[in-house]
């Protein structure tokens, strides 16, 4: 199965919803017309990422939710966004993804919140993952700083994804990172990896985008730098399933001995 997947490297209007998704409809139109299956946003796309910020909460469906899935059905492809979800006592950092007709798929809440910038204190961590199917194809869904935890990964490999869509706010300073991370995650589950990060500067950080495709091999096959605009690429599983027979290295994990191990180093 090939599908076409683009993620749309946008600034946002910072906290400003109605004004961003107007962009985002446009870049909504743009994959459409390309032939995609499927666009992707970076983190809190539509108000911009604020770790401490409890402005334009919202619930599913809200506002944000709404008009995602009205762009979606009248484009007839799939979307995939974040926003701040309402969630007594603290709210969730959510991705939504959105199928062709305006339904959604699946949700995800980020599992890893940034502690170095307070987003701990201020979000609730999500507890599960977010898989959903696109023409045959199965994505996972994960946030920015989870980039850094590879276990998780780990578990949507074991669950059979195809792909993992990272929206993030990811720093210019610590741009290398993002990069080093997207590739590692790929080769080590031998998945594509589609990083969507923003760019600009808004009143948190700045942010040098460098938005990428990477193949189950570990190989940027599609890179766009700081400017805003779309990076699109073809997605195989027929490749995510030759790497795997011809490496299959993964079952040669030994995972109760690392648990072991860990116990007897405490």
Known sequence: MRITCCGA??????????????????CIAEAAAAGASLVAFPEQFATGWDPRSASTLEEIPGSIVTTL??????????VLGTFRERHPPLPRNTAIAIAPDGKILATYSKCHLFSPAGEDGCFSPGES?????????????????????????EAYADAGVD????????????ARHWELFLQARAVENQIYMIGVNTTGSTPVDKYSGRSMIVDPEGTVVHQIEDE?????GVLDSDKVNLVRETMPFRKDRRPALYRSLCENGK
């Not at 792909?163 to 610590?174: D, L």
Request: proline share 6%; net charge positive; with cysteine.
């Open 163 to 174: 792909a993992v869509i990272v929206p993030a706010a990811w720093p210019k300073r610590r």
């Open 69 to 78: 899935r009205e762009y979606a059905a009248a484009r007839e492809i799939a």
């Open 129 to 153: 993952l977010g898989i959903f199917e696109i023409s045959g194809m199965r994505f996972g869904i994960a946030i920015c700083y989870d980039l850094r935890f590879p276990s998780l990964f």
């Open 228 to 232: 805003e605009g779309l990076l699109c």
């Open 9 to 26: 490297q946008i600034h946002s209007v910072w906290d400003n919803p109605a004004a961003t998704l107007e962009k985002a409809g446009r």
